[in-house]
């Protein structure tokens, strides 16, 4: 299932299901927005403060619930990352969501909701800059033509091939050390036949390590079509030294995998993050001289 394409004059709903966020970011982000023929509605949850967090559980969900229900807001835009997404996804009333197909876009800590909506409703969300962030994102132009029903490129010149191969099936995935929960949290199928993307930030290598395991260990590298590994920003290596880069841990946990798998595609933590619509069917094609990444489909309902 698809949202309807957005088209200028639509509304765009901000809230926040994750970490306090500043007020100036969001003020530079909606103007931005406005700019580009959009209006903007900013939830008064969105700055909310409960230690950290953007407010308890329960005001972020009735945000959450109650933006998704207003027939003036077109899509709802998760205002920051950080923490605590994970608390309201068991609290979404999905049989609501699923009667009232809208456009949900965020990133990082987001990543629960986004494919919590996906594996409960089937419908597709977007894996994109979150909103504070709108303002200053390189690859706005991308993003706006998935939401308005067009099917750009992804540049892929910085890829790298881990295993060749080519695979089909709908994006699923997004930061990893969110994700790596989700195969026991929600329907255990949603990752049958994916091509898994996965970027993460600020992490020990040992515990990324950990968290391959795991997902390899839960049987999900055995049903997914293919792996894209995007950027892993700023990783850590505190103590003694872990000795395994990055692409070792890749290597060691997909080795025996007869799937495609590149690493260095161009989304994450840092100045690259071109939008991935989770659900939406791609075509993964990986050589060692040349690696594409294609969508099949429209991500949108046009």
């Given at each position: 299932?698809?949202?309807?394409?957005?088209?200028?004059?639509?509304?765009?709903?901000?809230?926040?299901?994750?970490?306090?966020?500043e007020k100036e970011d969001v003020e530079k982000s909606t103007a931005f927005l406005k700019d580009?023929?959009?209006?903007?509605?900013?939830?008064?949850?969105?700055?909310?403060?409960?230690?950290?967090?953007?407010?308890?559980?329960?005001?972020?969900?009735?945000?959450?619930?109650?933006?998704?229900?207003?027939?003036?807001?077109?899509?709802?835009?998760?205002?920051?990352?950080?923490?605590?997404?994970?608390?309201i996804i068991d609290s979404i009333n999905y049989d609501a969501l699923k009667e009232k197909p809208k456009t949900l876009i965020g990133f990082s800590d987001a990543t629960s909701i986004l494919n919590?909506?996906?594996?409960?409703?089937?419908?597709?969300?977007?894996?994109?800059?979150?909103?504070?962030?709108?303002?200053?994102?390189?690859?706005?132009?991308?993003?706006?033509?998935?939401?308005?029903?067009?099917?750009?490129?992804?540049?892929?010149?910085?890829?790298?091939?881990?295993?060749?191969?080519?695979?089909?099936?709908?994006?699923?995935?997004?930061?990893?050390?969110?994700?790596?929960?989700?195969?026991?949290?929600?329907?255990?199928?949603?990752?049958?036949?994916?091509?898994?993307?996965?970027?993460?930030?600020?992490?020990?290598?040992?515990?990324?390590?950990?968290?391959?395991?795991?997902?390899?260990?839960?049987?999900?590298?055995?049903?997914?079509?293919?792996?894209?590994?995007?950027?892993?920003?700023?990783?850590?290596?505190?103590?003694?030294?872990?000795?395994?880069?990055?692409?070792?841990?890749?290597?060691?946990?997909?080795?025996?995998?007869?799937?495609?798998?590149?690493?260095?595609?161009?989304?994450?933590?840092?100045?690259?993050?071109?939008?991935?619509?989770?659900?939406?069917?791609?075509?993964?094609?990986?050589?060692?001289?040349?690696?594409?990444?294609?969508?099949?489909?429209?991500?949108?309902?046009?």
């Amino acid at each position: 299932m698809k949202p309807p394409a957005l088209k200028p004059g639509d509304t765009i709903g901000v809230m926040a299901p994750s970490s306090i966020v500043e007020k100036e970011d969001v003020e530079k982000s909606t103007a931005f927005l406005k700019d580009k023929g959009y209006k903007v509605f900013v939830h008064p949850q969105t700055f909310e403060r409960e230690n950290q967090s953007a407010g308890t559980h329960l005001q972020k969900t009735l945000a959450l619930q109650g933006l998704w229900q207003r027939s003036d807001i077109q899509a709802i835009w998760a205002a920051g990352g950080g923490n605590r997404s994970l608390h309201i996804i068991d609290s979404i009333n999905y049989d609501a969501l699923k009667e009232k197909p809208k456009t949900l876009i965020g990133f990082s800590d987001a990543t629960s909701i986004l494919n919590a909506v996906y594996a409960h409703t089937g419908l597709t969300t977007f894996h994109g800059p979150v909103f504070k962030n709108l303002h200053k994102h390189k690859e706005f132009d991308h993003l706006n033509d998935l939401l308005t029903g067009k099917t750009p490129d992804y540049p892929m010149d910085k890829a790298t091939t881990i295993n060749e191969g080519e695979a089909q099936g709908p994006l699923v995935g997004g930061n990893l050390s969110i994700f790596q929960y989700l195969p026991q949290t929600l329907p255990d199928d949603f990752t049958d036949g994916s091509i898994l993307f996965l970027e993460d930030c600020h992490e020990e290598l040992s515990r990324s390590d950990k968290m391959f395991l795991h997902l390899r260990c839960l049987g999900v590298f055995e049903k997914i079509s293919g792996l894209v590994i995007g950027e892993f920003r700023k990783m850590q290596d505190s103590g003694t030294p872990f000795g395994f880069t990055l692409e070792d841990i890749v290597r060691e946990h997909t080795q025996d995998l007869n799937i495609p798998v590149i690493m260095n595609a161009p989304f994450g933590h840092g100045k690259t993050l071109y939008t991935f619509p989770i659900g939406t069917k791609a075509a993964l094609k990986a050589q060692n001289n040349s690696i594409s990444l294609e969508l099949l489909e429209s991500a949108v309902e046009k």
